[in-house]
């Protein structure tokens, strides 16, 4: 299983892009979990991901979020803005797998 979390300021904004993203996994029939968190939460929920993406009005914490998971090893990048804001689940998706595979 594939476990993708996301971050956004308040949690609520990549619910439909998680939606999406749920339903380019299923297509593919991959086994997914993904979900999104408030931007406080992932600091939480990182120890249980494979990958964190952000949204790109977080980019300024990338690097928080990047020195919390050196030690689990969890590569962590910012959501595409045209990708974010076209809500195209499946470019995200695949963004996130690559970044699992590197």
Do not use: H, N
Not at 2 to 9: D, H, K, Q, Y
Not at 72 to 99: C, F, H, M, N, Q
């Amino acid at each position: 299983m594939v476990r993708i979390l996301l971050a956004c300021s308040a949690g609520m904004s990549t619910s439909l892009l998680v939606s999406k993203m749920k339903e380019a996994a299923e297509s593919k029939g991959m086994d997914a979990e993904i979900w999104a968190v408030a931007q406080d939460k992932a600091f939480v929920d990182m120890e249980r991901a494979d990958v964190l993406l952000i949204g790109p009005q977080m980019r300024f914490m990338k690097r928080k979020y990047e020195e919390k998971a050196k030690d689990s090893g969890i590569p962590v990048d910012t959501i595409d803005p045209v990708s974010y804001g076209r809500v195209d689940g499946k470019a995200v998706l695949e963004k996130a797998l690559d970044l699992i595979k590197k």
